[in-house]
């Protein structure tokens, strides 16, 4: 069962940067379709980027052209580059790992079986 533990998350203002790590307990590369999904206060749970099996990344249109989803297979580890913060992407950030494809529904939480704890990322205006 892999284990899975973000960090990188702060506060930051309106228009910077932050990268969010997340280190797997074991290679996932080639055979866990990875993503991260953020949770804001009072609402649900959203996918905001997956990568798959042989690196095709997805992104929700929210963050199009602003984050990037990326894996380092030598560290098992997964990050999350986010450019351009709003204070709407204000929400605890969580990595999620499934040993399997990709589905087309990747953006539900219930696509996921692997969670981490979460990492804060507040960006103020």
């Known amino acids: 069962q892999v284990q899975l533990v973000e960090s990188g998350g702060g506060s930051v203002q309106a228009g910077g940067s932050l990268r969010l790590s997340c280190a797997a307990s074991?290679?996932?590369?080639?055979?866990?379709?990875m993503g991260w999904f953020r949770q804001a206060p009072g609402k649900e749970r959203e996918g905001v980027a997956s990568i798959d099996t042989d690196g095709t990344t997805t992104y929700a249109d929210s963050v199009k052209g602003r984050f990037t989803i990326s894996q380092d297979n030598a560290k098992n580890t997964l990050y999350l580059q986010m450019n351009s913060l709003k204070p709407e992407d204000t929400a605890m950030y969580y990595c999620?790992?499934?040993?399997?494809?990709?589905?087309?529904?990747?953006?539900?939480?219930?696509?996921?079986?692997?969670w981490g704890q979460g990492t804060q990322v507040t960006v103020s205006s």
């Open positions: 074991e290679y996932t590369y080639s055979s866990y379709c």
């Open positions: 999620a790992a499934e040993e399997t494809l990709c589905v087309e529904w990747w953006f539900l939480e219930e696509s996921f079986g692997y």
